[in-house]
């Protein structure tokens, strides 16, 4: 199954980590320090350029979206039906 992140952003959920909410998370160093070597690394995709509100971690890359975690969550679990 498929879940749509924002935009025209549309990822696999089995490729899904975590999701994560920016404002909470980014408090942590070391998740700031996550966030900027996967930049570095070109692994970081951005939705769209508005106000982030939540990064969703995949195998292969990090994606910074406008969506809230909430959101997020609602459209896993219509996928799994729970």
């Known amino acids: 199954m498929f879940i749509h992140i924002g935009e025209d952003t549309v990822i696999n959920d ?3 980590i975590g ?3 920016m404002d909470t998370s980014t408090v942590n ?3 700031r320090d996550y966030l ?3 930049e570095k690394e070109k692994r ?3 939705v769209n350029y508005e106000l982030p ?3 969703v971690v995949t195998d ?15 459209r896993t679990r219509q ?3 729970l």
């Open 29 to 31: 160093k070391a998740t």
């Open 14 to 16: 089995g490729d899904i």
């Open 60 to 74: 292969k890359f990090v994606y910074i979206g406008p969506l809230n975690t909430g959101t997020l969550l609602k």
């Open 44 to 46: 970081v995709v951005y």
């Open 79 to 81: 996928e799994f039906n």
């Open 36 to 38: 900027s070597k996967a």
């Open 19 to 21: 999701i994560f909410d």
């Open 53 to 55: 509100k939540s990064f």
